[in-house]
T-cell receptor, first 114, second 118 residues
Framework: DTEVTQTPKHLVMGMTNKKSLKCEQHMGHRAMYWYKQKAKKPPELMFVYSYEKLSINESVPSRFSPECPNSSLLNLHLHALQPEDSALYLC?????????????FGQGTRLTVV | QQQVKQSPQSLIVQKGGIPIINCAYENTAFDYFPWYQQFPGKGPALLIAIRPDVSEKKEGRFTISFNKSAKQFSLHIMDSQPGDSATYFCAASMALNAGGTSYGKLTFGQGTILTVHP
């Protein structure tokens, strides 16, 4: 099973709202990632968690707040977003085996900020 | 040094044709080169991947060719079908596995929009 599950699939939020994106994997992977993808562009890395600890923050604005409650779950808390934050938000997970990290992506949450 | 350059940006072939997508990288520390296929509104799906100590890998109709000295790799899709119409991303990964940290950092190419006409 190589499934990464993201909820919700679609989200519309106002600029003053607070919402959360959720991601779950049961592959036993110890690294989880958040990416942002704009139309016709490759995914851009936002955050990396390794063993439930934040390892990389790619200078993401503080209105995005990640959380890793346990090794299977990853959340992204959203607050006071801007319309330009509208994008497909992707979660991924990986495990380093034999020196390589094979990453699997979820289906994404399509976020629209109005 | 972290860039991966992908070409062409778009590609149109007839059913049964063999589209070829090319990627080039600079950083020799990359240790793994996956290709992802993405349909509109969906997440990228891992299609096939290769390590730099291998020159070619085939999985079904998909083949990666890897040229370590030239720092280039390519995806070939044999007997392409309309269902293969999607955006394809090459990527290069660097794994970090030390000091209680273990993850891979992916660098993506810009993507190729493939259209296969019936």
């Amino acid at each position: 099973d190589t499934e990464v599950t993201q909820t919700p699939k679609h989200l519309v939020m106002g600029m003053t709202n607070k919402k959360s994106l959720k991601c779950e994997q049961h592959m036993g992977h110890r690294a989880m990632y958040w990416y942002k993808q704009k139309a016709k562009k490759p995914p851009e890395l936002m955050f990396v968690y390794s063993y439930e600890k934040l390892s990389i923050n790619e200078s993401v604005p503080s209105r995005f707040s990640p959380e890793c409650p346990n090794s299977s779950l990853l959340n992204l808390h959203l607050h006071a977003l801007q319309p330009e934050d509208s994008a497909l938000y992707l979660c991924a997970s990986s495990q380093v085996k034999l020196g390589v990290a094979e990453a699997f992506f979820g289906q994404g949450t399509r976020l629209t900020v109005v | 040094q972290q860039q991966v350059k992908q070409s062409p940006q778009s590609l149109i072939v007839q059913k049964g044709g063999i589209p070829i997508i090319n990627c080039a990288y600079e950083n020799t520390a990359f240790d793994y080169f996956p290709w992802y296929q993405q349909f509109p509104g969906k997440g990228p799906a891992l299609l096939i991947a290769i390590r730099p100590d291998v020159s070619e890998k085939k999985e079904g109709r998909f083949t990666i060719s890897f040229n370590k000295s030239a720092k280039q790799f390519s995806l070939h899709i044999m007997d392409s079908q309309p269902g293969d119409s999607a955006t394809y991303f090459c990527a290069a990964s660097m794994a970090l596995n030390a000091g209680g940290t273990s993850y891979g950092k992916l660098t993506f190419g810009q993507g190729t929009i493939l259209t296969v006409h019936p």
